[in-house]
Nanobody, 121 residues
Framework: QVQLVESGGGLVQAGGSLRVSCAASGRTFSNYVMGWFRQVPGKEREFVAA????????AYADSVKGRFTISRDNAKNTLYLQMNGLKPEDTAVYYC??????????????WGQGTQVTVSS
């Protein structure tokens, strides 16, 4: 089992920046591909970004490419998502996930409880 706890969400103005974090505990953090997903009410949870086990490879949704950066610190068992140039359409609950990876929720076995990010216009 892996327990994931997100933090760092909040309210920010359009064009601003925010960093959300995900602290992991339980099994070895570096065994898992990590991902960020987001969800707004009434919509499917969507892929945002993913990072390989040792951080050498990353992938992003087209909607956030060039603005968001995913990173991980395996010594601290922590995943990060740096969000710059935020837009109102980035408003969502952001979830971190651990598993085998990919662009689909089905590729991840463990999920955090989510953290709300709200971008005002």
């Amino acid at each position: 089992q892996v327990q994931l706890v997100e933090s760092g969400g909040g309210l920010v103005q359009a064009g601003g920046s925010l960093r959300v974090s995900c602290a992991a505990s339980g099994r070895t953090f570096s065994n898992y591909v990590m991902g960020w997903f987001r969800q707004v009410p009434g919509k499917e949870r969507e892929f945002v970004a993913a990072i390989s086990r040792i951080g050498g490879n990353t992938a992003y949704a087209d909607s956030v490419k060039g603005r968001f950066t995913i990173s991980r610190d395996n010594a601290k068992n922590t995943l990060y998502l740096q969000m710059n140039g935020l837009k109102p359409e980035d408003t969502a609950v952001y979830y971190c996930a651990a598993g085998g990876g990919g662009y689909s929720q089905r590729g991840y076995d463990y999920w955090g409880q989510g953290t709300q990010v709200t971008v005002s216009s």
